[in-house]
C-alpha cells in the first residue's frame, strides 16, 4: 500500500501532503438542502485509513466545523476565521476561536487561518495580535493565514506574527504563488496551502474537448468561481490547448489530468500541501488520490505543460487579490455573497471652514495637533505617515513591510474621506538609510505602477529610531 508523505509545520502539527478540503459542505447544504452531519462524518473515515488524515474547514463552510467535531481527533482539523470588515477587539476574536474550539470539540485548534477583505483597516493587524496572545495562551497551536499577498504576508511575519502557511489559489493555470510568493514562503519558513489545483473539476478528462459550457448555468459554486478564472486567463480555447498537454502527460505515465495537475503544483517547494475538496456522502475519490504519490513527473513532462500553458495570460494580481479588487473571481463575481458593507477605515471628523478630518488614532496627533489627512473639496492632504499602529511599531527592520503598512494607512484614510489610491498624485518619501532607497523605490513601485503619481526620495534622519521609512501624500479626489 502506498505510503502518504506528510509535512512538518510546526511544534505537534504534521499534515498529510493532500488535504482535504471541506468547503463544498456549504454547496451541499445551499439553498436549505438537509444534510445529515453524522452520516458525514463517518464519510471521512475512508481518508483518514488511506493515510489522507487532514482536513481543512471554515467557520463559513456550513456544518463544515460540526462534521469533523463529529468525527473526532484521528484528524488534523484546519479551520479559518473570516470575520466581517470593521473594527476587531480582543474579545471578537477570543469569541471566534473559543466558537470554533466548540463546534470542532477540541482544546485546541490545529491550525486557525486567518482572511481579511481589506488591509486598508489595521484591524487586520489588530486581529492577528490578539491571535498571537491566544496561541501563547495555547488555545491555538499555530497561527496560519488565507489568501494574503505577498506584501502583507511581509507586513505580518516581519511584525513579529508567528505564521506557518499561507492558503492560495495555486494552480496549473493561475500560477501566481510560483514566483514572488514562493520566494517569501522560503526564506521565512512559511509553506503554502494550495487549493484550486484542480479548477473545481475543470482540469480532468471530463472537459477535454468539450465545448465552452454555459457559464450561467454551472451547477456547483467551485465551478463557478473557477470558470472566471478560465475566462481571466484567456478563455476556452487558450485552456484547452493546457488539457491536451496535460493529457499528453497523462497518457505517458498511465494516470489520469487530475493526478498530473496535482503533481505539478505539489512538486514546488514552497508547497506543504495541496487541498482538493471532499464531497463527503456524495462522493470519494481515496484510491485516485493515493496513486498521486506513485507519479513522477520529469523535466519533459515540466515542458509539456509549459507549452499548454504558453496561451493563457496571467492572473491579475497577487495572491488573494481575486477577494480584494476586481476583476472579483469569486463564484458571483463580486462580494456580495460574502461581505454586506465595507465600513470606513479611519474615523472622519469636522474641520474648519467646511474641511474634513481623518484621525487614526497616534498619540502623535493629538500631541502635536495634526490630522492624518485634511480634505478641502477635492484636494487631500496626508501627513508624513510612519509604520505605526496605535503604539505599536509595524514591520520591523524591514523597510518594504514598513512601506506596505505606510501605504495601508494613506489609503484607509483617502477611503474615510471617499476617495482612494487611484486618486493620489503626489508621494513624498523620507528614508533615514540611503541602502533603503532600491527596496522602498520597489514597493512604491508594486503599489504605484498602475497610478504614476510625481514622487520625490530622499534621505532624512527620521524622528524615532524604529522608522526606516515616512511617506506624505496628496490626492485629488475623483482624479
Known amino acids: 500500500m502506498t505510503s502518504i508523505p506528510r509535512y512538518f509545520l510546526g511544534d505537534g502539527l504534521s499534515v498529510s501532503r493532500v488535504v482535504s478540503g471541506l468547503w463544498q459542505i456549504a454547496d451541499l447544504e445551499r439553498d436549505g438542502r438537509e444534510f445529515d452531519v453524522d452520516q458525514a462524518a463517518l464519510a471521512m473515515s475512508p481518508y483518514v485509513d488511506a493515510g489522507l488524515t487532514t482536513f ?3 467557520d463559513h463552510y456550513g456544518s463544515a466545523e460540526l462534521v469533523a467535531g463529529i468525527f473526532g481527533d ?8 473570516t470575520p466581517k470588515p470593521g473594527p476587531i477587539s480582543r474579545e471578537d476574536v477570543r469569541e471566534a476561536v473559543e466558537r470554533s474550539m466548540t463546534r470542532l470539540r477540541t482544546d485546541r485548534i490545529d491550525l486557525l487561518q486567518f482572511h481579511t477583505w481589506t488591509y486598508a483597516d489595521p484591524s487586520w493587524l489588530d486581529a492577528l495580535f490578539h491571535l498571537q496572545d491566544l496561541k501563547r495562551e495555547g488555545l ?7 489568501n494574503f499577498d505577498t506584501a502583507h504576508l511581509r507586513v505580518a511575519v516581519q511584525s513579529g506574527i508567528e505564521i506557518v502557511s499561507n492558503q492560495v489559489s495555486f494552480s496549473v493555470l493561475d500560477a501566481r504563488a510560483g514566483g514572488a510568493m514562493a520566494a517569501f514562503c522560503l526564506a521565512h519558513k512559511v509553506r503554502l496551502l494550495a487549493y484550486g489545483t484542480l479548477l473545481g473539476g475543470f482540469l480532468s478528462e471530463a472537459w477535454l474537448g468539450r465545448e465552452e459550457p454555459d457559464w450561467n448555468r454551472l451547477p456547483t459554486w467551485s465551478q463557478m468561481k473557477y470558470g472566471r478564472f478560465i475566462r481571466a486567463a484567456g478563455g476556452w480555447e487558450a485552456f484547452q490547448l493546457l488539457l491536451r498537454r496535460l493529457d499528453e502527460v497523462a497518457v505517458k505515465h498511465g494516470v489520469t489530468i487530475p493526478l498530473v495537475a496535482e503533481r505539478a503544483i505539489l512538486d514546488n517547494e514552497a508547497v506543504a500541501a495541496i487541498v482538493v475538496g471532499a464531497r463527503l456522502t456524495k462522493s470519494e475519490h481515496v484510491g485516485e488520490t493515493v496513486r498521486l504519490f506513485d507519479l513522477e513527473l520529469d523535466d519533459e513532462d515540466r515542458e509539456t505543460i509549459a507549452r499548454g500553458r504558453k496561451g493563457l495570460r496571467k492572473i491579475p494580481g497577487d495572491c488573494g487579490d481575486e477577494y480584494r479588487k476586481p476583476p472579483y473571481l469569486t463564484a458571483t463575481g463580486d462580494l456580495s455573497h460574502h461581505i454586506d458593507a465595507m465600513p470606513p477605515p479611519y474615523p472622519v471628523k469636522p474641520g474648519p471652514k467646511g474641511r474634513t478630518l481623518v484621525v487614526s488614532g497616534t498619540n502623535w496627533e493629538g500631541l502635536a495637533g495634526f ?3 485634511h480634505r478641502m473639496d ?9 509604520a505605526t499602529h496605535v503604539g505599536r511599531a509595524i514591520g520591523g527592520n524591514d523597510p518594504r513591510a514598513q512601506f506596505h503598512f505606510i501605504i495601508d494607512k494613506i489609503e484607509g484614510a483617502l477611503l474615510s474621506l471617499g476617495a482612494k489610491l ?3 498624485v503626489r508621494t ?6 540611503t ?3 532600491e527596496d522602498v523605490a520597489l514597493a512604491h513601485g508594486e503599489r504605484f505602477r498602475h497610478i504614476m503619481p510625481a514622487n520625490t526620495l530622499v534621505q532624512a534622519d527620521l524622528i524615532g529610531d524604529e522608522y526606516l521609512v515616512e511617506v506624505e501624500a496628496e490626492a485629488v479626489a475623483g482624479s
Open 56 to 58: 481543512d474547514m471554515a
Open 74 to 81: 484521528r484528524a488534523e482539523r484546519l479551520t479559518k476565521w
Open 140 to 146: 491555538i497551536r499555530h497561527i496560519g493565514v488565507t
Open 371 to 373: 490630522s492624518r489627512a
Open 378 to 386: 477635492d484636494r487631500i492632504w496626508i501627513s508624513g505617515t510612519t
Open 422 to 424: 487611484e486618486d493620489v
Open 428 to 433: 513624498r518619501i523620507y528614508v533615514r538609510n
Open 435 to 437: 541602502y533603503d532607497w
